[in-house]
Antibody
Framework: EVQLVESGGGLVQPGRSLKLSCAASGFTFSNYYMAWVRQAPKKGLEWVATISTSGSRTYYPDSVKGRFTISRDNAKSSLYLQMNSLKSEDTATYYC??????????????WGPGTMVTVSS | DIQMTQSPPSLSASLGDKVTITCQASQNINKYIAWYQQKPGKAPRLLIRYTSTLESGTPSRFSGSGSGRDYSFSISNVESEDIASYYCLQYDNLPWTFGGGTKLELK
């Protein structure tokens, strides 16, 4: 059974940093692109970052480019999101998601339960 | 960026009704659209990919159709377990973008 479990969320002040983690199990982690998707309270979904199987390629929307860094450790079946210079608008539940498809058309097939990040002074 | 305009934002239905949600893309997305169900406090669940392909475990009362810029998602014979929010996702082009969501409630 595919399982994704996020951790690392919490309350952080604007301008500070936070690192999220996602532990994967139930599938061969190194064979899949992985992603982070967020959802602000009572709002819709926003893709945040994607990383290739080896970690050599990463993709970001303009809203987080230069502030967020996605990484992975295939030996530990773990995905990470380093978030710097956090803003109040980054407040959201952050989901770890597996991506599948045919290059370049990837969609998200399994999601973790999410971890909440609150950016506030 | 491709904008996905999803409507309606909310929908009220009785058990057994058929409901339809639409997503219009700001450009042709070549059928690369997926549909997700999200229940309160839970992660989204993939129901349909590539416009009309049902994922394993998706009940047959769910369906999708469309082409070009215009796509629809339907639930025939709404059941109580279908009460949730639904989102479309375009994955034709980066950045991947979602529709604003539709909240399905019981009448």
């Amino acid at each position: 059974e595919v399982q994704l479990v996020e951790s690392g969320g919490g309350l952080v002040q604007p301008g500070r940093s936070l690192k999220l983690s996602c532990a994967a199990s139930g599938f061969t982690f190194s064979n899949y692109y992985m992603a982070w998707v967020r959802q602000a309270p009572k709002k819709g979904l926003e893709w945040v970052a994607t990383i290739s199987t080896s970690g050599s390629r990463t993709y970001y929307p303009d809203s987080v480019k230069g502030r967020f860094t996605i990484s992975r450790d295939n030996a530990k079946s773990s995905l990470y999101l380093q978030m710097n210079s956090l803003k109040s608008e980054d407040t959201a539940t952050y989901y770890c998601a597996r991506q599948v498809g045919v290059v370049p058309n990837w969609y998200f097939d399994f999601w973790g339960p999410g971890t909440m990040v609150t950016v506030s002074s | 960026d491709i904008q996905m305009t999803q409507s309606p934002p909310s929908l009220s239905a009785s058990l057994g009704d058929k409901v339809t949600i639409t997503c219009q893309a700001s450009q042709n997305i070549n059928k690369y659209i997926a549909w997700y169900q999200q229940k309160p406090g839970k992660a989204p669940r993939l129901l349909i990919r590539y416009t009309s392909t049902l994922e394993s475990g998706t009940p047959s009362r769910f369906s999708g159709s469309g082409s070009g810029r215009d796509y629809s998602f339907s639930i025939s014979n709404v059941e109580s377990e279908d009460i949730a929010s639904y989102y479309c996702l375009q994955y034709d082009n980066l950045p991947w973008t979602f529709g604003g969501g539709t909240k399905l409630e019981l009448k």
